[in-house]
């Protein structure tokens, strides 16, 4: 018979995606000092800085998943 596919690539792929939101938030948090306790990535930049305002809008659209 046939050998069954091991498990533990699916397992391996999903503690990576568990892990890499709070990852890029930490990233992200440390890179632009956001020290705001209760909103995660705080306020959206005030003015168009391309990568803070393109990396803000990715965690702020992942988060909304959570």
């Known amino acids: ?3 069954r ?5 699916q397992r391996r ?5 568990r892990t890499r939101g709070p990852a ?3 990233g992200y948090r440390v ?7 209760v909103v995660a990535l705080g ?4 003015e168009y800085v391309p ?8 965690l702020s659209k992942s988060l909304r998943r959570w």
Not at 13 to 17: G, L, N, P, S, Y
Not at 43 to 46: E, G, K, L, N, Q
Request: hydrophobic content about 25%; proline content about 14%.
């Open 1 to 3: 018979m046939g050998e």
């Open 5 to 9: 596919p091991s498990p533990a690539p």
């Open 13 to 17: 792929t999903a503690h990576r995606d």
């Open 24 to 26: 890029q938030v930490l």
């Open 31 to 37: 890179t632009y000092e956001v020290t705001d306790q």
């Open 43 to 46: 306020p959206a930049p005030d």
């Open 51 to 58: 990568r803070r305002t393109e990396w803000h809008r990715e």
